[in-house]
């Protein structure tokens, strides 16, 4: 089964900042990335995915991320945070076994400080 | 509107009693799951069903039961087996391009 880490489960980035999450999978084969919001008390929305082609990601509310293969990480970044940024962040990745099964990190909580 | 229903938004469950949670997606998706969230551990993956008639247990099946009669129905019962239910359970959906669809969550407490 896939492994997805997620460090830091609370992130505080200053309002106007760069937004930088991390997440690194175990996958041995190339696999498709998403990168989940969820606002309180709601369900997960899509920022972004990965399947294949180029490897920067552009997604919504100007977030975006890099597939590298080598360092088999799909790391999320924002140049400049803002206040609505403030939510729990998930990675995921498809499964090997093509199960259209997802493997989902642990989440950051993102704290964004006025 | 396209989209994954689910009900109800809060629910309250006595010790010992058994309860369905519900969910319901217009999006012709063949592939729906079932996941608990807990604070700081992420979802994990209680059934999966791929077709109708078929399911799947996931990494945290046990004290719950699904059925899926019906391509646009995954509904989950939370029995009494379940020792700590109290989570927020989230209903999701897939078709072709892997991508996972999410309704909008249900908290359940135990009283």
Not at chain 2, 96 to 109: D, K, S
Request: some cysteine; charged content about 15%.
């Amino acid at each position: 089964a896939q492994s997805v880490t997620q460090l830091g489960s609370h992130v505080s980035v200053s309002e106007g900042a760069l937004v930088l999450l991390r997440c690194n999978y175990s996958s041995s084969v190339p696999p498709y990335l998403f990168w989940y919001v969820q606002y309180p008390n709601q369900g997960l929305q899509l920022l972004l995915k990965y399947t294949t082609g180029a490897t920067l990601v552009k997604g919504i509310n100007g977030f975006e991320a890099e597939f590298k293969k080598s360092e088999t990480s799909f790391h999320l970044t924002k140049p400049s945070a803002h206040m609505s940024d403030a939510a729990e962040y998930f990675c995921a990745v498809s499964e090997e076994d093509g199960n259209n099964r997802l493997a989902f990190g642990k989440g950051n909580q993102v704290v964004v400080i006025p | 509107d396209g989209g994954i229903t689910q009900s109800p938004k809060y629910l309250f469950r006595k010790e010992g009693q058994n309860v369905t949670l519900s969910c319901e997606q217009n999006l012709n998706h063949d592939a729906m799951y079932w996941y608990r969230q807990d604070p700081g551990q992420g979802l994990r993956l209680i059934y999966y069903s791929q077709i109708v008639n078929d399911f799947q247990k996931g990494d945290i099946a046990e004290g719950y039961s699904v059925s899926r009669e019906k391509k646009e129905s995954f509904p989950l019962t939370v029995t009494s087996a379940q020792k700590n239910p109290t989570a927020f359970y989230l209903c999701a959906s897939s078709g072709m391009a892997q991508e996972q669809f999410f309704g909008p969550g249900t908290r359940l407490t135990v009283l």
